[in-house]
T-cell receptor, first 116, second 115 residues
Framework: EAGVAQSPRYKIIEKRQSVAFWCNPI?????LYWYQQILGQGPKLLIQ????????DSQLPKDRFSAERLKGVDSTLKIQPAKLEDSAVYLC??????????????FGDGTRLSIL | SQKIEQNSEALNIQEGKTATLTCNYT??????LQWYRQDPGRGPVFLLL?????KEKRKERLKVTFDTTLKQSLFHITASQPADSATYLC??????????????FGKGTKLSVIP
């Protein structure tokens, strides 16, 4: 089975610019997650979708971050405007159905964002 | 506040020995716990899941224990090999209150297996 696809792999922008990341989850997976991983830290959940609805976005800085999952498949995460502290790896993950506790999450390889 | 601690940032062991990684947590009541492996420049890869009512889980050379009284999980790799060198992440799963489960990750332990 094909894994979680993310693009781009790397992105360098200046502060106050905008950037968007794209994720294609594993086919048939209802739950999609976006995580932020700062160097030396574990992934931190930003937003979770169940099909095309938002389940939890409590840790998403909504003044600058937005995300959508159209048609319950692909998803995009946007940052506008970017700040220096947004430099991190942005990971997308999916699971068959996050409503059940026996679900492993499958991660993409992430987008490494550097803010100058 | 909720806290997840993995015993050390880095662990070096000799090839063939058993590596033991520790995950401790406070102010948390997880329904389950997962362990992931992460290689440099890659996303985490799922290894094992253990539920709160299970004491031990095994998969090939991997073994996980879960003690909800001690609030601790131990992750063992027996007969370790240089290919086991990676960062290992502990993740606690709990009901998110919005219709789904969520994971909270520790910082990880970087394991180096020396030939």
């Amino acid at each position: 089975e094909a894994g979680v696809a993310q693009s781009p792999r790397y992105k360098i922008i200046e502060k106050r610019q905008s950037v968007a990341f794209w994720c294609n989850p594993i086919s048939g997976h209802a739950t999609l997650y976006w995580y932020q991983q700062i160097l030396g830290q574990g992934p931190k959940l930003l937003i979770q979708f169940q099909n095309n609805g938002v389940v939890d976005d409590s840790q998403l800085p909504k003044d600058r971050f937005s995300a959508e999952r159209l048609k319950g498949v692909d998803s995009t995460l946007k940052i506008q405007p970017a700040k220096l502290e947004d430099s991190a790896v942005y990971l997308c993950a999916s699971s068959l159905d996050g409503r059940y506790s026996n679900q492993p999450q499958h991660f993409g390889d992430g987008t490494r964002l550097s803010i100058l | 506040s909720q806290k997840i601690e993995q015993n050390s940032e880095a662990l070096n062991i000799q090839e063939g020995k058993t590596a033991t990684l520790t995950c401790n947590y406070t102010n948390y009541s997880p329904a389950y716990l997962q362990w992931y492996r992460q290689d440099p420049g890659r996303g985490p890869v799922f290894l094992l899941l253990i539920r709160e009512n299970e004491k031990e889980k095994r998969k090939e050379r991997l073994k996980v224990t879960f003690d909800t009284t001690l609030k601790q999980s131990l992750f063992h790799i027996t007969a370790s090999q240089p290919a086991d060198s990676a960062t290992y992440l502990c993740a606690l799963g709990a009901w998110g209150g919005a219709g789904s489960y969520q994971l909270t990750f520790g910082k990880g332990t970087k394991l180096s297996v020396i030939p």
